[in-house]
């Protein structure tokens, strides 16, 4: 398998929002993650933490608002996506 059969982009990634607020992080199977980074949509980091795996759960204490998922993976690849927090 070489970067080019990789087929990366934004769809690689889901961000849910669970019933308690929390919100998981999962990417394909093939993928694992070894960050997360949440930003403002100023671009301000407000959390960079630890990732293992293709699956993350986090209680993060956010406000209702939209934010943006940097998810930096163990092949080097980074995907970008928007988040809205609604709970």
Known sequence: LGL????IDESSLSIIE??????????????????????????????????????????LNIAQATYIAKVSLSNGYVITKKMVKRK
């Open 4 to 7: 080019s059969d990789l087929d």
């Open 18 to 59: 669970l019933q308690d607020g929390s919100i998981k992080f999962t990417v394909s199977n093939h993928l694992e993650m070894v960050s997360v980074e949440l930003l403002d949509l100023l671009g301000r980091t407000l959390y960079k933490l630890d990732a293992d795996g293709n699956e993350e759960i986090y209680n």
